[in-house]
Structures are given as C-alpha cells and as structure tokens.
C-alpha cells in the first residue's frame, strides 16, 4: 500500500509563494511519475503539473506554467511543487498523486492509481 502525505498549503496573499510537498511510502517511488492537481470549490479536479521518474522531464498546465515548478527527491521519497506569483484563481485543494500507468498523458487523471487527501491552498487578493 502506497501512502502520499502532502504538506506546506496555507494563505497567502496575491504575488506570494508556497511550497508544497508530497512524502511518498514505499520503496518504488522513483520508478513511478508523480502529478500535483487541484480542485477548487464547485470546479472540477484539475491537473497542474507532472514529472517523470527521474526528474528528467515535466509538465505543466497552461494556467500555470512559468509560475510553478515541480521537482522531486528520489532520495527522501517526495515530490515538491514551488508555487510563485500567486493568484487567487491559484485558490484550490491541491493533491499529489503517483502515475501507475507508464502509457497515457501527465494531464489524465485515469492513468493515476495513488492519491494523497490534499492540502488547502488560499490566496487572498
């Protein structure tokens, strides 16, 4: 059983940063992908951003590419997402999960089998 504890969410006001983590269980977190999403109030989960296993290739969605970065240490068994320029539509639940598919895109949600309960990020104008 694979357990994704998330961590660092909070307020912070427009312009500001945060850093949010996800310390993984197990002892095959590098050989998996692993995803941040989020999901604000009456919208539909989004994803946000995707790295490969080793850290060699990610992605982002539009809303926030150039303002979030993903990085992950194999090492510790987590996954980070630095948030930077923040905007109240910034304002969600963020999750991270792992990708136990290796076929299909970062952005689908399916292709995902481990989740973590979320974080709340706010961002007050």
């Known amino acids: 059983q694979v357990q994704l504890v998330e961590s660092g969410g909070g307020l912070v006001q427009a312009g500001g940063s945060l850093r949010l983590s996800c310390a993984a269980s197990?002892?095959?977190?590098?050989?998996?992908?692993m995803g941040w999403f989020r999901q604000a109030p009456g919208k539909e989960r989004e994803f946000v951003a995707g790295?490969?296993?080793?850290?060699?290739?990610?992605y982002y969605a539009d809303s926030v590419k150039g303002r979030f970065t993903i990085s992950r240490d194999n090492a510790k068994n987590s996954v980070y997402l630095q948030m930077n320029s923040l905007k109240p539509e910034d304002t969600a639940v963020y999750y991270c999960?792992?990708?136990?598919?290796?076929?299909?895109?970062?952005?689908?949600?399916?292709?995902?089998?481990?989740w973590g309960q979320g974080t709340q990020v706010t961002v007050s104008s």
């Open positions: 999960a792992r990708k136990g598919l290796y076929s299909g895109r970062y952005a689908n949600q399916d292709t995902y089998d481990y």
């Open positions: 197990g002892r095959t977190f590098s050989n998996y992908g």
């Open positions: 790295i490969n296993w080793s850290g060699g290739a990610t």
